[in-house]
Nanobody
Framework: EVQLVEPGGGPGQIGASLTLSCDTTGIRYDTYSMAWFRQAPGKEREGVASIDHEGETIYGDSVKGRFTIDRDNAKKLLTLRMNDLQSNDAAIYSC??????????????????WGQGTQVTVSS
């Protein structure tokens, strides 16, 4: 069974940092592209960051320069380091696993498995 589990987002503060993680089981993790998506209330889901199996990354325009996606293939762990949090970063963040040897992408159809999502709040 494939599982993607985000242990916890948590409260953040404007200007502060927060790191999300995603534990993956059931797939050959090192061959899959991975990504973080987020959805705020009343807004469409948007791609935050994506990383392919070779470590190539892409970022959404609103997070470029502030967020960093990384993967540890040995631990099957995906992380999202969020620096300089802003109020509009508050959302439910979900990790997703794509297809073997896929590219870094934000097309939802490119992702086969999704985590349950974790809430990130940002306060002043």
């Amino acid at each position: 069974e494939v599982q993607l589990v985000e242990p916890g987002g948590g409260p953040g503060q404007i200007g502060a940092s927060l790191t999300l993680s995603c534990d993956t089981t059931g797939i050959r993790y090192d061959t899959y592209s991975m990504a973080w998506f987020r959805q705020a209330p009343g807004k469409e889901r948007e791609g935050v960051a994506s990383i392919d199996h070779e470590g190539e990354t892409i970022y959404g325009d609103s997070v470029k320069g502030r967020f960093t996606i990384d993967r540890d293939n040995a631990k099957k762990l995906l992380t999202l380091r969020m620096n300089d949090l802003q109020s509009n970063d508050a959302a439910i963040y979900s990790c997703a696993a794509g297809y073997p040897y896929g590219i870094a992408t934000f097309h939802p159809q490119g992702f086969r498995w999704w985590g349950q999502g974790t809430q990130v709040t940002v306060s002043s």
